[in-house]
C-alpha cells in the first residue's frame, strides 16, 4: 500500500510537470521526456556515469573521514566534562560556520586540491556526528557500567559489550544525516574547485543556460543517494533498533 501511494504520488508530480512544461519556454521548464533524452544521451558518452562515480568516491572519502573523527571527539566529549568545557565551543563555531566559508577556506590553505576537496566537506559534517555521538555516549546507562565494573570488564570487553550496542543507534542516525548533507556539501566543493564530478557538470551546463541538463544530473544523482539510504543505511538503521 506504502509503494502504490508513493508511485501514485510520483505519478502525479510527473503529470504535472508535464502539463506545466507545456505553458512555459522549453528552455526554462524542458519536459520529462526531453530531461530523460538528455540523460540517455549524457549516460551513452559516459561522462554521467563517471561523473557520478567521482562524486560518490569524495562523498564516501569524506563521510568515512567525518564519521570516524566525528564519534572519537563525540564520544570522548561525552565521557569527560573536562574535554566538553574545553572543545564546546570550537565545535559549535565550527558547526555554525557557513559550509561555504569552509570550502573557500580550504582552498585557499591548501590549493585547489583533491585533498582540500574532501577535507573541507569532512570539517562540514564533523560537528554533527560528534554533537550527536556526545548525547549517545552521555545516556549510557549506569546500570550496565555497573555491571562492567562488578564482572571486571577489561576495556576491549567493556567497549565491545556495554559501549558500542548503546552507541550504535545514534551512528546510525548520525550516518544517515551525514550522507544526506555530504553529498550537496560535495556538489558545492566541486562547483567550486574541481574540474569533473557532478557538481563540475551541473556548472558548466549552468553556464549554457542547459536547464534539461541541470535536472537530468539532479534527478540521477539524487536517485542514486535515495538508493544508498534504502538499501543500505535504512536496513541498517533497523538492525541497529532490533532490540528495542
Excluded at 9 to 36: C, F, M, Y
Excluded at 45 to 70: E, K, P, Y
Amino acid at each position: 500500500m506504502a509503494f502504490l501511494a508513493r508511485l501514485g504520488s510520483l505519478v502525479l508530480l510527473l503529470a504535472g510537470w508535464w502539463l506545466l512544461s507545456r505553458t512555459t519556454d522549453p528552455r526554462t521548464l524542458p519536459s520529462p521526456e526531453a530531461v530523460a533524452g538528455f540523460v540517455v544521451r549524457e549516460a551513452a558518452s559516459g561522462d554521467l556515469l563517471r561523473n557520478i562515480g567521482i562524486t560518490l568516491w569524495r562523498v564516501a572519502a569524506s563521510f568515512c573521514l567525518a564519521m570516524a573523527t566525528g564519534a572519537v571527539l563525540g564520544i570522548a566529549l561525552g565521557r569527560s566534562r573536562t574535554a566538553d568545557r574545553l572543545l564546546d565551543t570550537p565545535l559549535l563555531v565550527l558547526l555554525n560556520t557557513p559550509a561555504l566559508v569552509i570550502t573557500v577556506l580550504a582552498y585557499i590553505w591548501l590549493g585547489l586540491t583533491e585533498t582540500a576537496a574532501i577535507l573541507a566537506v569532512a570539517l562540514n559534517k564533523m560537528p554533527n556526528v560528534a554533537v550527536i555521538l556526545r548525547e549517545g555516549a552521555r545516556g549510557l546507562d549506569p546500570g550496565l557500567e555497573e555491571m562492567a565494573q562488578a564482572f571486571r570488564y577489561d576495556r576491549r570487553t567493556w567497549i565491545r559489550h556495554v559501549l558500542l550496542p548503546q552507541l550504535v543507534p545514534f551512528a546510525v542516525a548520525a550516518a544517515r544525516s551525514g550522507v544526506s548533507l555530504a553529498w550537496k556539501i560535495v556538489l558545492v566543493v566541486e562547483l567550486l574547485g574541481r574540474p569533473n564530478g557532478v557538481g563540475y557538470a551541473i556548472s558548466y551546463y549552468f553556464q549554457l543556460f542547459d536547464v534539461a541538463a541541470l535536472i537530468g544530473y539532479s534527478l540521477v544523482f539524487s536517485a542514486v543517494m535515495l538508493a544508498v539510504d534504502a538499501l543500505l543505511l535504512q536496513p541498517l538503521d533497523a538492525h541497529a533498533r532490533r532490540w528495542r
